[in-house]
């Protein structure tokens, strides 16, 4: 099973500011088979980055993902105050899906 | 759209059985999952049915656990025998794209086992 370590934990910013939150596999993911999702209270996941850097429909271009192997990263490039949530990372190129443990967004 | 239904409380040793309804969208061209999220395991993948029949489990839960599709029904379910308190969670079920990640989930079902 591979392991998604996120970091940081917590992530204080202001509105305006650039998040980069991080994930990172105990080994190699398939095809960059990572994706990325926003969670809010009271609310299901919902998929904002797929195949390590594809935006799904809808998602603002001020989300956007990167990296390949081991190592990824999300980044927010200006957070609204809409941003402010826990962010997941997945696998899919395992038989056994994973889920990172997230990353909560703050307002500072 | 996905919309979940099922028993919310249990005892010990009951079983828990889920179903999610697909609305909209092309039912057999999906996989669907169910996954589960609680404070001390986070997001776990339960397991997956494919659009060709085959099912992929989480190893840690396969011996307890069966899913199944109706095609008819457009209509996806969810077992898991001999709940115990860990086994309490918010359960959803999910759907992808063959190669894609999770891009529809239902609005989850809270789940607690307690005597």
């Known amino acids: 099973e591979i392991v998604l370590t996120q970091s940081p934990g917590t992530l204080s910013l202001s509105p305006g500011e650039r998040a980069t939150l991080s994930c990172r596999a105990s080994?190699?993911?398939?095809?960059?088979?990572l994706a990325w999702y926003q969670q809010k209270p009271g609310q299901a996941p919902r998929l904002l980055i797929y195949?390590?850097?594809s935006r799904a429909t809808g998602i603002p271009d001020r989300f956007s993902g990167s990296g390949s192997g081991t190592d990824f990263t999300l980044t927010i490039s200006r957070l609204e105050p809409e941003d402010f949530a826990v962010y997941y990372c997945?696998?899919?190129?395992?038989?056994?899906?994973?889920f990172g443990g997230g990353t909560k967004v703050e307002i500072k | 759209q996905l919309h979940q239904w099922g028993a919310g409380l249990l005892k010990p040793s009951e079983t828990l059985s889920l179903y999610c309804d697909v609305y909209?969208?092309?039912?057999?061209?999906?996989?669907w999952s169910w996954i589960r999220q609680s404070p001390e395991k986070g997001l776990e993948w339960i397991g997956e049915n494919t659009h060709t029949g085959s099912i992929d489990y989480n190893p840690s839960l396969k011996s307890r656990v069966t899913m199944s599709v109706d095609t008819s029904k457009n209509q996806v379910s969810l077992k898991l025998t001999s709940v115990t308190a860990a086994d309490t969670a918010m359960y959803y079920c999910?759907?992808?794209?063959?190669?894609?990640?999770?891009?529809?989930w239902g609005q989850g079902t809270l789940v607690t086992v307690s005597s």
């Open positions: 080994q190699s993911v398939s095809s960059n088979f």
């Open positions: 909209g969208g092309s039912f057999s061209t999906y996989y």
């Open positions: 997945q696998q899919y190129g395992s038989s056994t899906r994973t």
């Open positions: 999910a759907r992808r794209p063959p190669l894609g990640s999770f891009d529809s």
């Open positions: 195949g390590r850097s």
